[in-house]
């Protein structure tokens, strides 16, 4: 139990164009969806926080018009690059967690943008 | 504010020797602690979690860590490596704020055969 899945698991775009990743909570309801960044050998970076139905909430740093977070449903969250630049490129992770779990984060395995 | 540290940064274990990997906390209570692998160009799975109870806490894929208060750590420990456990190690920690975890900055584990 407690899978999360993201689409698409790598993707390409030319600078300039928009790019839409998906994360999706498989068999639980998902309270908040988690969005993070990692670049290659750190940690990872949260960039925002998204409950079901309500704004995200976006860490310090991380421009919010850049990175559209869009949190429909209990099971669907999306996050959308705009106007995507090579320094965008990176490998971007999504979890989610239950009401009741304790703070444990179900993870995605991650979407690898590249931007040219 | 809360934070987690991983002081090594990278280690090389033989395949069959045991591991530690150390996690440090700095929190005022008792929190919730993690540990998670990532495997490369993977995301994260979970491999043990501390709320409460039993200090000692067993994991998946043979792994165990003790929650020491005293020390404020939460170190990991696996008896015999095996070469599919090289994969980087993140220690995190949940103190109920706004749902987050803060996590360490990871260990790379390198198993020599």
């Known amino acids: 139990g407690a899978v999360v899945s993201q689409h698409p698991s790598w993707v390409i775009c030319k600078s300039g164009t928009s790019v839409k990743i998906e994360c999706r909570s498989l068999d639980f309801q998902a309270t908040t969806m988690f969005w993070y960044r990692q670049f290659p050998k750190q940690s990872l970076m949260l960039m925002a926080t998204?409950?079901?139905?309500?704004?995200?909430?976006?860490e310090q740093g991380v421009e919010k018009d850049k990175f559209l977070i869009n949190h429909a449903s209990l099971t669907l969250s999306t996050l959308t690059v705009t106007s995507a630049h090579p320094e965008d490129s990176s490998f971007y992770i999504c979890?989610?967690?239950?009401?009741?779990?304790?703070?444990?984060?179900?993870f995605g395995p991650g979407t690898r943008l590249t931007v040219t | 504010a809360q934070s987690v540290t991983q002081p090594d940064i990278h280690i090389t274990v033989s395949e069959g020797a045991s591991l530690e990997l150390r996690c440090n906390y700095s929190y005022g209570a008792t929190p919730y602690l993690f540990w998670y692998v990532q495997s490369p160009g993977q995301g994260l799975q979970l491999l043990l979690k501390y709320f409460s109870g039993d200090t000692l806490v067993q994991g998946i894929k043979g792994f165990e860590a003790e929650f020491k208060r005293s020390q404020s750590s939460f170190n990991l420990r696996k008896p015999s490596v095996h070469w599919s456990d090289a994969a980087e190690y993140f220690c995190?920690?949940?103190?109920?704020?706004?749902?987050?975890?803060?996590f360490g900055t990871g260990t790379r584990l390198q198993v020599t055969l």
């Open positions: 979890s989610a967690n239950q009401r009741l779990a304790g703070g444990e984060q179900y």
């Open positions: 995190a920690l949940y103190t109920g704020t706004a749902s987050k975890l803060t």
């Open positions: 998204s409950n079901e139905g309500s704004k995200a909430t976006y």
